[in-house]
């Protein structure tokens, strides 16, 4: 169980709105059913564009690096498992 009750959401360039940060609030909230949950927003020209979210352990990184390094993981990921599902798909394939 986390301890804190204030959740972090860092941004740089674009402060969320107060709709935006009410639902980001409500679905950390929900998520870590924390009612009492606060989110404090702060300006950091670290994050580059978009937005990181943290509480306790968790964080939620949208800004543009952690979304690129998303993708590349992703990437990655879909290098690594092309051989067995093309090898999956040739056996279908031969048997169908």
């Known amino acids: 169980m986390i301890n804190e009750n204030t959740a972090r959401l860092r941004y740089s360039s674009v402060a969320p709105s107060d709709s ?3 639902q980001i609030k409500q679905a950390l909230a929900k998520k870590f059913n924390n009612p009492d949950l606060e ?3 702060v300006h950091d020209p670290k994050v580059g564009g978009g937005f990181v979210v943290n509480y306790g352990n968790f964080e939620y990184d949208w800004s ?3 979304r690129t390094r998303q993708l590349k993981e992703l990437i990655e990921l879909t290098k690594k498992d092309k051989i067995p599902v093309l090898k999956t798909l040739f056996q279908l394939s031969e048997t169908g």
């Open 20 to 22: 935006q940060a009410e």
């Open 39 to 41: 989110l404090e927003i």
């Open 64 to 66: 543009d690096e952690g």
